[in-house]
């Protein structure tokens, strides 16, 4: 089966809402670029940088709360009413951080900006993978990383050309974000299917489900794994520019190796799938956390533009082989009543990661200069050796489960 028919069978099971959850990862990923801008709007309105990182800190810290009540309230009150809640209010928020008079309440719509952005992820996450039989899981997780990688391409280029086609204005920029947010509301509205998911995968009483779920030692072996990974993973942003300006080397060669990442994980990932999704689970995302950690641990070899090409290289081919499984396997492994719940946590302990990363590793490069990045790949042989042990294969219940249109 060629790689289009692969996507063309995995769109078929309820394909207007498979594509609608898609585009909403595309749309939720075009507000990225509220982290770049805000910081330059508030600066630009007379704000202090303290200010500024501030609000930066609090939209991040919204976005967490965000994850873990959309994990709490995914079962209870299903996909749809929680998209729209979660669109229409980051919408309506986003472009009102335009018109607030005040800091203090300035800083309280940026965290529930954080909170209605991230609110909808787990049970968008949960439905997509309600609805896509077992066998094409990694699949529709490919898609679903394609979307974000390519909204996390254009949302820069989209806030910076709105930017520069109003003058140089803030407006335009926080207002098309919100009318995009609160049409993908409409259009969930109209498309997803309506209420929960069916009762007999949702028990009455689901206050227990982060409880139960942290009950499940394996699966949390898998979390503290995607933690460590996380903040491996986004020193590619945060350290590796300082280690090429300290090297001396021109900034385009960093330029140029996080634009090979974009290239590789956006051209490669999909038709990869294709063959990686019928290799085992264990050996797919231990393959992948592997690689990531050889190519962070490539960076500490003699500084030079072969060496950050060529390392940047080996980590995105784990990123390419390990992604989507890494994103499946949540979905896949947890009990069907406790899905939203694990696919929160794994969405959480991720973002943690990526959040406490710079910070962790900005200290060790203070400290240990070039050679910071053999210590970071530590954290990558924990990440792969707890996953390793943690995973497991889906239950024969698990497995045969059918997809949400089959059992409604």
Not at 62 to 89: K, W
């Amino acid at each position: 089966m060629t790689e289009r028919a692969q996507v063309l069978s995995t769109l078929r099971v309820a394909p207007t809402a498979v594509r609608t959850l898609l585009a909403g990862v595309f749309v939720n990923r075009l507000s990225g670029f509220l982290n770049i801008f805000l910081v330059l709007f508030l600066t630009g309105t007379g704000r202090t940088e303290e200010q500024a990182a501030l609000a930066v800190g609090v939209y991040g810290a919204g976005a967490v709360a965000g994850v873990l009540a959309g994990g709490l309230c995914a079962a209870r009150i299903g996909a749809r009413t929680a998209t729209v809640v979660s669109m229409s209010s980051a919408g309506v928020l986003t472009a009102a951080l335009l018109y607030l008079p005040s800091y203090p309440l300035l800083l309280v719509a940026v965290a529930l900006a954080g909170v209605a952005a991230q609110f909808y992820r787990p049970a968008s996450a949960t439905l997509l993978s309600d609805l896509v039989p077992a066998g094409q899981q990694v699949m529709i997780f490919a898609m679903y990383r394609f979307c974000l990688n390519v909204g996390a391409t254009v949302a820069p280029l989209l806030g910076l050309g709105l930017y520069h086609l109003a003058g140089d204005a803030y407006g335009p920029v926080f207002w098309a974000e919100g009318l995009i947010a609160l049409a993908y509301a409409v259009l969930a509205a109209v498309t997803l299917p309506p209420g929960r998911r069916p009762a007999a995968v949702v028990p009455a009483d689901t206050r227990g489900g982060y409880r139960e779920t942290l009950r499940d030692r394996r699966y949390v072996l898998y979390l503290v794994a995607m933690f460590f990974q996380g903040a491996v993973y986004v020193q590619y942003l945060s350290t590796l520019p300082l280690d090429v300006s300290a090297g001396g080397l021109p900034v385009f060669w960093y330029t140029l190796a996080v634009s090979l990442n974009g290239l590789v994980v956006i051209a490669v990932e999909l038709p990869a799938t294709k063959y990686t999704q019928a290799w085992p689970m264990r050996l797919t995302l231990c393959l992948g956390l592997a690689l990531i950690g050889i190519g962070v641990a490539a960076y500490g070899l003699p500084a030079g533009p072969a060496v950050i090409l060529a390392a940047t290289l080996i980590w995105s081919l784990g990123e390419v082989i390990g992604g989507p499984a890494t994103y499946a396997y949540p979905g896949i492994t947890a009990p069907p009543h406790l899905k939203s719940h694990y696919i929160s946590a794994f969405q959480l302990m991720l973002g943690l990661g990526t959040a406490i990363g710079p910070v962790l590793g900005g200290w060790l490069f203070l400290t240990l200069h070039h050679q910071v990045w053999p210590v970071l790949a530590i954290a990558s042989v924990i990440a792969t050796a707890l996953t390793w042990v943690a995973t497991k294969p889906p239950s024969p219940a698990r497995a045969e489960e059918k997809p949400l249109e089959e059992v409604a």
